[in-house]
């Protein structure tokens, strides 16, 4: 980056000094800079390859409970110092609130989360050439149906944040991502079906193999050959574990703290109750070794941690920031999500649902008449009604076995009944974004097809 750590520590403290001093009472100070790269390649001819960085200051200051904000990608002094006084002149502007206020807790160090990878730090954008190009090779090499991708890709981005604020003493963390995605088609006479499959790791080393990934993805683009819809009904319906992972996604809402200090999360006033099936945990984990939304403090410099959010069906636990902990009177839990260019607010670190004892091929055994979901498409979920209703596709289930493919139906339900119907989680547990769920049974849900 242009400026070494020094550098940018000595910018941030003059910037948080010279607020202070020109008459605010707390001063925050959020320095980001990223590299991405990402290599996009199709009938191995390289479609894309670009290289791009983003170094940007945030910088959030209060006085008599009015807070005002701005952020600048230009780090000239002068430009700096302009920030400064235009910042304190928002506040002036604003509305007094009684939770603003910063965080005032430093905490140890954390131990190492090995999110930084000196792997991915050395990469070149060249080297992804030949990494997208075999995603693509073990795709069409998987069956003569396969004839083209539509998306594949290979890609990195290399992250450091850097913060500090009146209260809290000059942080630092380094942060490292690699993936690889394949989007694969199948054709059988006319008709033509798309498959994808991706992986993310914070360590080079970590990531699915190009050709698993490959040919994964051609393997979910052969399974949806000749899937049609099935009549209307009520059956058990499995999740398997990345559609359930996309599920948990939809979920993370009503967690939020200031949803449910708002009064749009469906758990408003459930806290201590029994919200879903005694088979499930849900955790937050910003301190997940390599985890993908693992960080050593949140976007406000709050300690991040391993928060249950639900203990064994029983709801223990909201999440926040440091303001919505304020007005819930309690305690922060390290999930202030934000860039150098926005505020913070309630986001996930890595939110999962918890690892159960089940084989996944035997929850499908178990099931006389069902359906089983491998993908889901479009916004599915109500979260202040607790309603959820969502496109899926995948295979039905009879007599215990995977018998054709399925698609153009959806699967239906009130949240709150479809938790606590949960009847079987699966030990198949693995983390390819920061939302992941192992394979997930609901005892019965609506299935809307013809």
Not at 163 to 180: C, E, G, H, K
Not at 401 to 414: I, M, Q
């Amino acid at each position: 980056m242009a400026q070494t750590s020094t550098t940018v520590q000595e910018t941030l403290e003059r910037v948080r000094t010279l607020a202070e001093r020109s008459g605010a009472a707390e001063a925050e100070t959020y320095f980001e800079f990223i590299t991405l790269a990402e290599a996009r390649v199709r009938e191995r001819e390289v479609e894309l390859i670009q290289q791009s960085a983003i170094t940007g200051l945030g910088l959030r200051v209060l006085r008599d409970r009015k807070m005002g904000f701005l952020y600048t990608t230009d780090l000239r002094r002068n430009v700096i110092d302009e920030l400064v006084l235009r910042t304190l002149a928002l506040a002036d502007q604003a509305t007094p609130r009684d939770e603003n206020k910063l965080p005032d807790q430093a905490f140890p160090p954390q131990g190492n989360l090995e999110i930084f990878d000196d792997a991915i730090a050395a990469m070149r954008p060249e080297q992804l050439i030949p990494l997208a190009r075999s995603l693509e090779d073990n795709a069409v090499a998987r069956d003569q149906k396969i004839q083209t991708t539509i998306d594949t890709r290979a890609g990195y981005a290399i992250g450091e944040v850097h913060f500090s604020n009146t209260f809290i003493p000059y942080q630092v963390f380094r942060s490292t991502v690699a993936w690889l995605t394949c989007t694969a088609v199948a054709t059988d006479g006319s008709q033509k079906r798309e498959g994808t499959y991706s992986d993310r790791k914070r360590v080079f080393l970590d990531l699915n193999t190009p050709e698993r990934i490959g040919r994964k993805a051609a393997e979910r683009a052969l399974a949806r050959l000749g899937a049609k819809p099935v009549p209307s009904t009520k059956a058990p319906v499995i999740f398997e574990a990345e559609a359930a992972g996309a599920f948990v996604g939809g979920l993370f809402g009503a967690f939020n703290g200031l949803n449910v200090i708002e009064q749009r999360s469906f758990l408003a006033g459930r806290m201590g109750q029994q919200i879903a099936s005694p088979l499930v945990s849900i955790v937050d984990d910003g301190i997940q070794r390599r985890g993908l939304g693992s960080r050593p403090f949140d976007g406000e410099g709050s300690q991040t941690r391993r928060t249950v959010v639900v203990d064994r069906g029983v709801l223990a636990r909201f999440l926040h920031t440091a303001s919505t902990a304020r007005r819930h009177n309690v305690q922060p839990t390290g999930n202030a999500a934000r860039g150098y260019d926005s505020l913070p607010t309630v986001g996930p670190t890595n939110f999962y649902i918890d690892s159960g004892s089940s084989k996944p091929d035997a929850m499908i055994q178990e099931v006389p008449r069902g359906l089983y979901v491998t993908g889901t498409a479009g916004f599915g979920f109500d979260i202040a009604a607790g309603e959820y209703s969502q496109q899926v596709e995948g295979h039905w289930i009879e007599g215990g076995k995977l018998v054709r493919p399925v698609e153009g139906v959806t699967v239906a339900g009130k949240r709150g009944d479809m938790l606590l119907g949960i009847d079987s989680v699966g030990r198949d547990l693995e983390f390819r974004t920061t939302f992941a769920a192992p394979t997930i049974r609901f005892k019965e849900l609506t299935i809307g097809g013809v």
